[in-house]
């Protein structure tokens, strides 16, 4: 397949109504990337961190790099930052170290979260009641409980929700996206993975959002305008966009 050009997957997101597009980091090369990206493109702004896969690359000098990236005029947010024990790139203690450093670099800055958990919902939990109370946090992909569900939006804290909505298997993310208030609901992509339904295998592109607000749709019983207007409201009000 022809790799597609930056402007044509921008260009087909707008004209799907998808007109504002947050690109997040992993390490310093993607975030150096991303704002390149964002200088080039009026409606495309930066969430700059260390994923929990590349914590072990957050030494003194890239904490440095990482800060002076974290104030660039289009940069939100700092994320992804979280802790991943699915994968353990990263080993757990490094990964929570570099969760915590992160975490008060958000304080620092004053900026909102972008959470990655996955297999880690307890640490993660722990973590962010120790270091997040009262901050806008996001939970991207959002994988946990109905339980871990309810103190999130006891905390005031964001669901991402993204293509696995659309999954058959979503069982507990469908009863999640059910009890949640649609005023704590951001739409994500997770460009290029968790393509939505019936897209499941290409690349994951910001024009297939609509498939999400959709189901979502069903889901709460609303008009997919609905949930359009809500989610980009939420979305305006956590990261200080208009
Ligand atoms: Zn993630």
């Known amino acids: 397949m022809m790799k597609r050009g930056l402007k044509e997957v921008i260009d087909d997101a707008r004209e799907k109504g998808v007109n504002k597009i947050i690109t997040i980091g992993v390490d310093l090369e993607s975030c150096k990337k991303n704002i390149a990206i ?9 969430a700059i961190g260390f994923h929990p896969h590349d914590s ?5 000098e890239e904490i440095s790099l990482l800060e002076e990236m974290l104030t660039y005029s289009k940069n939100v947010a700092i994320g992804e930052i979280g802790l991943d024990f ?3 790139h990263s080993n757990p203690e490094i990964q929570k170290e570099a969760f915590r450093k992160q975490l008060d670099l958000a304080n620092k800055y004053d900026l909102p979260i972008i ?11 722990k973590i962010l009641a120790e270091k997040a109370r009262g901050k806008k946090v996001v939970l991207h992909c959002f994988s946990g409980d109905i339980h871990m569900a309810k103190w999130c939006v006891e905390e005031g804290f964001y669901f991402g929700i993204g293509g696995v909505i659309t999954f058959k298997n979503a069982h507990i993310l469908s009863k999640v996206v059910q009890e949640i208030p649609l005023e704590s609901i951001l739409l994500e992509t997770d460009s290029p993975y968790l393509t939505p339904h019936p897209f499941r295998g290409k690349p994951n592109e910001p024009q297939y959002i609509p498939l999400i607000a959709e189901k979502i749709a069903q889901l ?5 305008r609905d949930i359009a207007q809500i989610s980009t409201e939420n979305a305006f009000q956590v990261f200080g966009l208009s």
């Open 86 to 88: 699915y994968y353990n």
């Open 38 to 46: 964002a200088k080039r493109f009026d409606n495309v702004y930066t």
């Open 220 to 224: 709460k019983g609303k008009t997919v």
């Open 56 to 60: 072990k690359k957050m030494k003194e």
């Open 115 to 125: 959470i990655h958990d996955r297999d880690a919902h307890q640490d993660t939990v």
